[in-house]
């Protein structure tokens, strides 16, 4: 499978756990993208890399959350003393830069109790 | 910024009809206009997108028509089946696309009858 691979798919934790979530783009694609998607809604944009260099980070990005990515290539988001407000879809695209076609990963679904 | 606005929100059509669903955006500098369709716990996958240069662009049954001067966009099915039932969003991107993160609409859940 050459597309955007999200790993895990799904995670319950508690609440004030720090959880990791890794994403691996289509392999020549230097841009990736953190979306959030909560049920009933659309992605809502969380943050972006160009290669390895983080351009841009969403209000809805709190302190709480950080993501990576150390080498240009896989990606980590992580969340801090989860709170239950943190339940949703985690998911992340990548695109070519000069081409604006995003693909999108299978999403983490997280589940905070 | 950008914002996109998406309706209806739910559309039930019977197999064979044809279905639309519209959006607007409020960013003139938007240039690129894609729709994603998204099933059930599954990734959103694009479907058919447009450049701010056409007016519409046509691919099978799916076309999508862009008025610049009103702006607003609209995904047209045509010949529905019941595969196409999921839900469809909209997206454009914000700060008018120099960086091609996407502003996504609410989402159109679409309900095909056989």
């Known amino acids: 499978d050459t597309g955007v691979s999200q790993d895990p798919r799904h995670k319950i934790t508690k609440r004030g756990q720090n959880v990791t979530f890794r994403c691996d783009p289509i392999?020549?694609?230097?841009?990736l993208y953190w979306y959030r998607q909560t049920l009933g809604q659309g992605p809502e944009f969380l943050t972006y890399?160009?290669?390895?260099?983080?351009?841009?980070k969403s209000r809805l990005l709190s302190d709480r959350f950080s993501a990576e990515r150390p080498k240009g290539s896989f990606s980590t988001l992580e969340i801090q003393r989860t709170e239950q407000g943190d339940s949703a879809m985690y998911l992340c695209?990548?695109?070519?830069?000069?081409?604006?076609?995003?693909?999108f990963g299978p999403g983490t679904r997280l589940l905070v109790l | 910024g950008e914002n996109v606005e998406q309706h209806p929100s739910t559309l039930s059509v019977q197999e064979g009809d044809s279905a639309v669903i519209k959006c607007t955006y409020s960013?003139?500098?938007?240039?690129?206009f894609p729709w994603y369709k998204q099933e059930l716990g599954k990734r959103p996958q694009l479907i058919i997108d447009?450049?701010?240069?056409?007016g519409e662009k046509k691919d099978q049954r799916i076309a999508v028509t862009l008025n610049k001067t009103a702006k607003h966009f609209s995904l047209h099915i045509t010949e529905t089946q019941p595969e196409d039932s999921a839900v469809y969003f909209c997206?454009?991107?914000?700060?008018?696309?120099?960086?091609?993160?996407?502003?996504f609409g609410t989402g159109t859940l679409l309900a095909v009858q056989p």
């Open positions: 695209a990548s695109s070519l830069q000069g081409q604006e076609t995003q693909y």
């Open positions: 392999s020549e694609h230097n841009r």
């Open positions: 890399f160009q290669n390895e260099a983080q351009l841009e």
């Open positions: 960013d003139s500098a938007s240039n690129y």
């Open positions: 447009i450049r701010s240069n056409v």
């Open positions: 997206a454009a991107p914000k700060d008018g696309g120099a960086t091609n993160k996407l502003i």
